[in-house]
């Protein structure tokens, strides 16, 4: 089942990331990366790395099983968690890719304060405001029920973290200085991940936590 994982994994970052940023080089001209924000030590910066980290033991969780150097979680084990796993990770896989192409030239990685995207409140956006994140998580389930050890589990828990703080701290902030009170009136009606979960209160500034 490692081997499986280990190629979905692949097969994700494969599409979600290199096919999407050579279709965006080719429509737009720009990658779309634009990196870690923050100073170094910032939680700016910390979300970011976190990010990565948590895509690095994602990739070492198959690994190490193949390899048998961590025993799998008992209690997650069974033929039901594989296919829940299996799932799992293709909702989250479509789910990404839609979100992808209806966010168009405005799909970034990272912030640059200089860039002024559209704001995209159509398709799976009029439902959270962030469908991407929101996918990649179901994503990273799905992939560490078809290796569940202690290394997957804390690939999926990182990536939880990452993506709160890159959208709480990073995101929303430039949202709103970019889009103003059109992104506080739309956020204060679809929410952040879940439907109607972490919506923003309109004419006000985000706060942590909320």
């Known amino acids: 089942m490692a081997a499986y994982a280990l190629a979905l994994f692949t ?3 494969a599409l979600a990331f290199v096919v999407r940023t050579v279709l965006q080089l080719r429509r737009t001209g720009s ?6 924000s923050g100073r170094p030590g910032s939680a700016e910066w910390i979300g970011g ?9 994602g990739l070492a969780a198959p690994v190490h099983d193949l390899l048998g150097i961590i025993e799998p979680i008992a209690l997650l084990g069974g033929h039901p968690f594989r296919i829940l796993g299996f799932a799992m990770f293709g909702l989250g896989l479509v789910g990404t890719l839609i979100a992808q192409l209806v966010l168009g030239d405005s799909w970034r990685i990272g912030v640059d304060e200089s860039e002024t ?3 995209v409140t159509s398709g799976p956006f009029a439902v959270v405001r962030n469908p991407i994140f929101a996918a990649m998580i179901p994503t990273s389930l799905g992939l560490t029920l078809l290796v569940p050890n202690v290394v997957a589990l804390a690939a999926f828990l990182v990536l939880v973290a990452a993506l ?20 506080l009136l739309y956020a204060s009606r ?14 006000s500034e985000p706060s942590w936590p909320y």
């Open 11 to 13: 097969l994700y970052l």
């Open 31 to 36: 990658s779309g990366f634009n990196g870690i």
């Open 49 to 57: 790395m976190l990010f990565v980290f948590a895509f690095g033991i």
């Open 117 to 119: 995207t559209d704001l």
């Open 164 to 183: 709160e703080l890159q959208v709480r701290l990073v995101e929303e902030p430039y949202l709103i200085r970019t889009h103003g009170e059109r992104y």
């Open 190 to 203: 679809v929410g952040r991940f879940v439907p109607r979960v972490g919506k923003l209160k309109a004419h």
